[in-house]
């Protein structure tokens, strides 16, 4: 090393290591199939990787070797065909490099005149297109979709209480100002009316029907009764995908009922907003194009590696009278570097912002938007033969309609809560499929939920034969 510089001293030598490095993740990428979707830290390994901070230098091969070790084979797994909890997109190859590109480029995307930023706003005018918004609508890559809502709330609240909110607070008319949504939302939205400072409480969780989508009648009736009440209802959510089973709330109708009522229309489409690009699916999404905010993740039905969010909304002004600020440091130039008419730290809460936009650039420019489109086609596809084969098995239940790639079901029995928790457990531990769990009707339910374009008919068939094996296996152990 030169002075303190942290650059190699034997470029030749990196290249090569990098090389390997680089032949090593493919290697991995290329056998996700051989290994276990999931397998639990060793305790030995745990304790041994804790250690001092390191002040002498170690060589990159050795510090690699102890990531293929000790870090690798004990991944969340979610890239593997078999994982199928939560709600998690698989990554590719092709965004794996691009992520690569972008940390070699160590961009800044807080704002600033570069070309790191015309790829991001590509990607907002992809967007637009994909959602039907207009032309003058603005957007902006965060975290994931908590982080998108959180967003989609503070534009919201902005518009129902004007610039004062910003320096003032929320005042009276921020304590009178009461959100709604179905009983299915994400448990991200309370959180964001609770950051908002608007507490949790002040969103109404609607009642649902069968399909768990928003009962209109009773959005109406908590509508009518909180103004009757002298409160102020600001911002209606729709959920485009419930995290449980995946309903689409009627878009329409409560695009309908926020114009009626002056309400801001936020949709929730963390997953499901993607389905735009499926043609089987995008129907039934009508109304999405209404909405004044969307938030979406990239890294789930997107494809792209975690972690690419998104909001987009409607009123670029409105975003930007959210968050711009005057500050000496971030004067903006005329021309040079300083120059620049689109600042991202403007439309959101992040100054310093890593350049999300590329890794998802390249996923859709190189396998094209109806390849995505596919790929979400052929998930939702799986979830029904999946549902087909629980159907046909005595000894399962199907918990819930299946509307798109969730799959809600158990292993009967009369202990069915505890069974199914173990059941669970168990499937995560022998590391072929790993679902997840939620409650259903107060139920507890093994739930599927199929993002990943890696998977296969195989892996749906493989998840029925381990839930039928392992339930009897833990029936027959309690009998004994
Ligand atoms: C409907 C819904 N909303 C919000 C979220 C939160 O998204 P993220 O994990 O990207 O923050 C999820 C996550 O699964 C979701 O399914």
Redesign the pocket.
């Known amino acids: 090393m030169a002075g303190h510089s942290l650059d190699p001293q034997d470029w030749t030598a990196l290249r090569a290591q990098g090389h390997r490095m680089l032949d090593d993740v493919f290697d991995h990428l290329q056998s996700l199939r051989d290994q276990p979707v999931w397998r639990e830290p060793p305790p030995d390994l745990r304790a041994r990787f804790r250690e001092d901070l390191p002040q002498a230098p170690a060589d990159l091969a050795a510090v690699h070797q102890q990531f293929r070790d000790e870090v690798l084979p004990y991944s969340s797994g979610n890239a593997h065909p078999g994982f199928m909890g939560?709600?998690q997109g698989g990554g590719t190859a092709v965004g794996m490099l691009a992520e690569m590109l972008a940390a070699g480029m160590n961009s800044n995307l807080g704002g600033r005149d570069h070309m790191p930023l015309e790829v991001e706003q590509q990607v907002l005018a992809w967007a637009r297109r994909m959602f039907a918004f207009p032309e003058t609508a603005s957007g902006l890559f965060v975290?994931?979709?908590?982080?998108a809502?959180f967003v989609g709330v503070l534009v919201a609240r902005r518009r129902a209480l004007g610039a004062q909110v910003r320096t003032q607070g929320l005042g009276q008319g921020g304590a009178r100002l009461t959100a709604y949504a179905s009983a299915a939302v994400?448990g991200?939205v309370g959180r964001a009316m609770d950051m908002a400072g608007l507490g949790s409480d002040a969103l109404r969780r609607v009642a649902v029907d069968r399909d768990q989508r928003i009962e209109l009648a009773a959005l109406r009736a908590a509508i009518a009764a909180d103004r009757a009440a002298g409160l102020t209802p600001f911002l209606l959510v729709g959920?485009a995908?419930?995290?449980d089973v995946g309903a689409i709330d009627d878009l329409t109708a409560l695009a309908d009922l926020a114009a009626a009522e002056g309400l801001h229309f936020h949709v929730?489409g963390?997953?499901?907003a993607l389905g735009v690009l499926a043609p089987s699916i995008a129907p039934r999404l009508a109304g999405l194009e209404r909405a004044d905010s969307i938030a979406f993740?990239w890294?789930?039905w997107g494809q792209t590696p975690y972690?690419a969010?998104f909001l987009l909304v409607r009123d670029a002004e409105l975003h930007r009278a959210t968050f711009a600020a005057d500050a000496q440091y971030l004067r903006r130039a005329e021309r040079g570097l300083a120059g620049g008419d689109w600042w991202p730290c403007d439309y959101g809460p992040d100054l310093s912002r890593g350049f999300r936009a590329l890794k998802t650039w390249f996923t859709l420019k190189t396998f094209g938007a109806a390849a995505i489109g596919a790929a979400i086609e052929g998930t939702c596809a799986l979830a029904q033969q999946l549902a087909a084969q629980v159907s046909a098995e005595p000894e399962l239940e199907l918990l819930a309609p299946v509307g798109l790639n969730i799959v809600c079901f158990r292993f009967r029995d009369d202990d069915a809560d505890a069974l199914n928790a173990e059941i669970v457990m168990r499937l995560h531990e022998a590391g072929r499929v790993a679902p997840s769990l939620t409650r259903i009707d107060g139920r507890t339910a093994i739930r599927a939920a199929i993002v990943n374009h890696r998977t296969e008919a195989r892996d749906v068939a493989a998840l029925v034969e381990a839930t039928l094996e392992t339930g009897r296996q833990c029936r027959h152990r309690r009998a004994a």
């Open positions: 939560w709600v975290t994931g979709a908590s982080q809502n994400h991200c959920t995908g419930t995290v929730d963390a997953f499901g993740d890294h789930k972690d969010g």
